[in-house]
């Protein structure tokens, strides 16, 4: 199948495909006679991995380390569960970081729901410190 059809098969922009490819998470494909890439049922298979693995938030790094793992089928599968927990526990970390900002962002909407713009907690809390310099 040619790129475009390979796109739609995984709902993947062919930009997407490329930078892939670029990055060594998919091997470049053998060309067509009119020089068109040409993939396979392989390629499609290892696209869908990425993919769902982007989906559930891994990084770029993660997903090569996961797929040199899948790779070899006949090694333990502890390095794989080292990745997954690694990132699991990033996940939490910002689970928790966004249960703070809601809490804080909750807490300085009630106070500002009467009242002048100039004594709003909300725009005070986004304004830069009085003095501070800006980045």
Same mark, same amino acid.
């Not at 998470?25 to 009119?34: E, Y």
């Not at 982007?54 to 797929?67: H, I, M, P």
């Given at each position: 199948?040619?790129?475009?059809? *390979? ?23 053998? =060309? ?13 298979? =290892?696209?869908?991995? !990425?993919?769902?693995?982007?989906? *559930? ?8 380390? *996961?797929?040199? *793992?899948?790779?070899? =089928? ?47 907690? !909300? ?13």
């Amino acid at each position: 199948m040619k790129i475009g059809e *390979l796109a739609r098969a995984t709902d993947t922009k062919v930009e997407t495909i490329r930078y892939y490819e670029g990055a060594g998470l998919l091997a470049p494909p053998p =060309r067509t006679g009119g020089n068109y890439r040409s993939y396979g049922s392989d390629e499609l298979s =290892r696209l869908s991995f !990425i993919r769902r693995a982007r989906d *559930l938030g891994f990084s770029l790094d993660e997903v090569r380390e *996961l797929l040199t *793992l899948a790779d070899d =089928r006949d090694q333990p599968c502890g390095a794989v569960d080292a990745v997954a927990s690694s990132h699991l526990a990033t996940i939490e970390r910002k689970i928790a970081d966004l249960a703070q900002m809601r809490d804080e962002l909750a807490r300085v909407i009630g106070s500002c729901r009467l009242g002048k713009v100039g004594d709003c907690k !909300i725009i005070q809390t986004l304004e830069p410190m009085r003095g501070a310099a800006r980045g």
